[in-house]
């Protein structure tokens, strides 16, 4: 099935880190992808994993990836006040030369002074 | 490069009207999406094509949604006849998509649609 999930908000003292979490149901997804929204505009790809691989650093973010639990997560380190958003977790799935991507609901990060 | 474009950025129509939605993608991306955005969720993929030959319009309400990519770049999204629960952001996205390439989609801004 086609299901990806991700609890609602999230909120978070600056400076601290934070964590969001996302379940996905296909295996046989190729990638992942955490995207971020802010206000009025559209979605901008913050990272991305392969499948094969269990974690990816770049910068502040970390992705891990537990592909047994299908349970994917981004942590964020030293969160800032640029960083509120909404945060969506997706997952690709690959056919000919396209592919899908299936996002989730999305987490609104918000942080706290 | 230059993003890709969308207009308008926002509609208000009453119901039973119609409206259309454009979307130029960045150069050189074979495939384009449209999505539809309700408030409190996540972008839903509407329609997929690669080129101007259509990928995916599993999820579009084909009774009043229509959609086109004339020479397989711009595309046209449009709604006839508009309901209320037709009030969302419709999202353009588009992206390379040649092997090896990741499958990162491009967003536009969007168009907020109001249907009232």
């Known amino acids: 099935g086609e299901d990806v999930e991700q609890s609602l908000f999230l909120s978070v003292r600056e400076g601290d880190s934070s964590v969001i979490n996302c379940t996905y149901t296909d295996s046989s997804s190729t990638y992942l992808y955490w995207y971020k929204q802010e206000p009025g505009a559209g979605l901008q790809l913050l990272t991305y994993?392969?499948?094969?691989?269990d974690m990816k650093q770049d910068q502040r973010l970390t992705v891990l990836l537990n592909k047994k639990d299908k349970h994917l997560s981004l942590r964020i380190a030293d969160t800032q006040t640029g960083d509120s958003a909404i945060y969506f977790c997706?997952?690709?799935?690959?056919?000919?030369?396209?592919?899908?991507?299936?996002f989730g609901s999305g987490t609104r990060l918000s942080i706290r002074p | 490069e230059a993003g890709v474009a969308q207009s308008p950025r926002y509609k208000i129509i009453e119901k039973r009207q119609s409206v259309a939605f454009w979307c130029n993608p960045i150069s050189g991306h074979a495939t384009l999406y449209w999505y539809q955005q309700i408030l409190g969720q996540g972008p839903k993929l509407l329609i997929q094509?690669?080129?101007?030959?259509?990928?995916?319009d599993s999820q579009l309400p084909k009774d009043r949604f229509s959609a086109e990519r004339l020479k397989g770049v711009d595309s046209t999204l449009k709604i006839q006849p508009a309901k209320l629960e037709d009030s969302a952001v419709y999202l353009c996205?588009?992206?390379?998509?040649?092997?090896?390439?990741?499958?990162?989609?491009?967003f536009g801004p969007g168009t907020r649609l109001t249907v009232t």
């Open positions: 094509f690669q080129n101007n030959g259509v990928v995916d």
């Open positions: 994993i392969f499948s094969n691989m």
């Open positions: 997706a997952e690709s799935k690959a056919y000919s030369s396209a592919s899908k991507i299936i």
């Open positions: 996205a588009s992206s390379l998509d040649r092997r090896g390439s990741y499958g990162e989609q491009y």
